[in-house]
């Protein structure tokens, strides 16, 4: 069995930022493994370890050298390898090429079938694992990306990295690994906490790294994360019930931020909670890393956490001077929530007119104003009274007037929340506060929708009027770029308009399109809605997939032309259910519709001659009449279950007629009225699905 031993490279910097020291921590393990195997170099788990002040890779079971390697590839016979003249053929050459070889070096010899083959042969002595991890440990230093961030220089060397580096620690076993970067040079040493254990401290060997952390008070990620997860929890026991705000987002760079973490709980003035606690839980939370405490009926309380890198002798002081530094975060929200509530909102609404929506499709102000004909329109569709219809009117004017108060300058996060707090300060209707709040939802995917209706027909009416002037400019989304987030804009609307079965989008399409051309919008109307409608059966097709629909039902349903969703996914599942309780039925419906469609002439029409007509015929006729009619009823009904049954009594006719008709008859007339009578077959279907789809294969 080969001789193992652990390595590992540490980089010692200056403190580094959160957000690149993640990026780099994913992307350090995968450069070390890499680097193993394309030296061929044995070795076990890869483990990243990593704080403000280190990135280090953990290698278990590092072989000490690489295999020793003798390969023999055999390759053409050497009469087609070479010539009369003993010349290499291209069959030569090609085949010491895909060896890294030349033609010269192979080599002749009869292989065990009597026959003479040339050979290939290449052999690679074994290398000792040091200079192997010297090379790699610095290409991967070097090798480190930094996105967004700019790399730094420092004394006179030209190499890069995102803050300085102090000390290198390079481990093989008990051996330090000679590596040099930017005039760094390694040892066997890591460094303590700057306060609780300073200075250097020996690594013994990369088994004992992480126990020589901990002595020295540093932790690693997922024990710094542990800490403060305790921490909190114990928080919220000792509060009966509280909850204490950890966002995903914040919470992993507050564990980026300290590396011998100590949970403390600070406060703030009383007065601060009048303000709208949005913005003094944003102010908390972006700007210091605090985290909020809600009591247990879910109201915010006057505490916070903080976590602190001092030394836990001093908390009291940590906390002091927090507590300072968050009284004067909270006194610049409230000056500038006050100060907002002393202008009337229609003022706000007018400075939309110097705030610019898009360069070419206007202002902000202008944007009001076609969303709140847009949002009027949605809200009558949906069968909102005219009380109603007003005040979808009312929020979407006022949706957007809080872009250019202070509070929204400053916490941008918070635009739509604060109108809802300006709009109730200023005696609005309470379903309006509540849709200027929430016409931003759904944000993402699995977003809440806005509660109400008014809600909704406003959110509907901003993201329509996005989409739709985004691709009137000609600028729709691209595989690999959507500036806009239009496909996020259309998922939102489909979503709600599932909640609202009697709008329809098509036409809300045309009105918002409209709405453009009013303000001196120049594009193709019927063009430019052509390209919306098929962006949405777009989303609609991607979302029925994730909703585990089939691609050939989601296919015959998709050419129809619905775009409304409620009808869309009613259709769908009303064909897939239709699929499932009688498969072969539908699956032989398919296959003869495919050939009625194939057959069919759609240049002749439909008027079919009936004195022409055989039994077969005849049947087939009254089927279609009858199966017409029957579709037409449940298509009116929205019963689409009830119309799919109805194109299943066309299964025995169409079956008979083609076992009893010969549809290409030599005789002019008679062929020509039987493929009048497919196309009127045909045309039964048109409304429903293109049945057709289910006899494809995928």
Known sequence: MAQTRDFLLEIGTEEMPSAPLMNA??????LVAKGLDAAGLAHGEVRVVSTPRR?????????????????????PKAAIAFDADGQPTKAALGFARKCGADASELVRRVDADGSEYVFAERSVPSEPAEPILSRLSAEVIGGLQWPNYRSQRWGSEHATFVRPIRWICALLGTDVVPVTYADVTSGNTTRGHRVLAPGEHVVSSPADYEATLERAFVLSADRRAEVIRAGIAKIEAERGGARVDTPKRIFDEVVNLCEWPTVLVGTFDESFLEVPHEIICESMLSNQRYFPIYDASGKLTREFVVVSNADPAVSATVVSGNEKVVRARLDDAKFFYDEDLKRPMEEFVERLGSVTFQERLGTMLQKVERMESLAA???????????????????????????????????TNQQGVMGGYYAAAAGEAPEV????REHYRPRFAGDELPSGVCGRCVAIADKLDTVCGIFAIDEPPTGSSDPYAVRRAAIGIIAMLRTLPSCDLRQLIGLALGAYRAQGLEFDLEAVAAAV??????????????????????????????IDPVEFMARARALEDARSQSPELFDDLATAYARAAHLGDASLGTSVDTALLGPAEKALLDACEQGSAAVGRALA??????????LAELKAPIDRFFDDVLVMDEDTAVRENRLRLLNRFVEVF????DIGALSRKK
């Open 25 to 30: 921590a994913q992307q350090l393990g995968g």
């Open 55 to 75: 990135l280090a890779a953990l290698v278990f079971d590092v072989a000490v050298a690489t295999d020793e390697i003798h390969e023999v590839k055999r390759g």
């Open 377 to 411: 329109a949605v809200a009558t569709q949906a069968g909102e009274d005219e009380a109603g219809v007003a005040a979808a009117a009312r929020a979407a004017h006022l949706a957007k007037a809080d872009l250019v108060s202070q509070a929204v300058v400053e916490f």
């Open 433 to 436: 506060c509540t849709a200027i």
């Open 533 to 562: 409608v098929r962006f949405f059966q777009g989303r609609l097709v991607a979302i029925a997939k994730d909703e585990g629909l089939r691609p050939d039902t989601i296919e015959a349903v998709s050419a129809v032309g619905v």
């Open 637 to 646: 009904e929205d019963d689409y279950a009830a119309a799919l049954s109805a």
């Open 686 to 689: 048109v409304g429903v699905a």
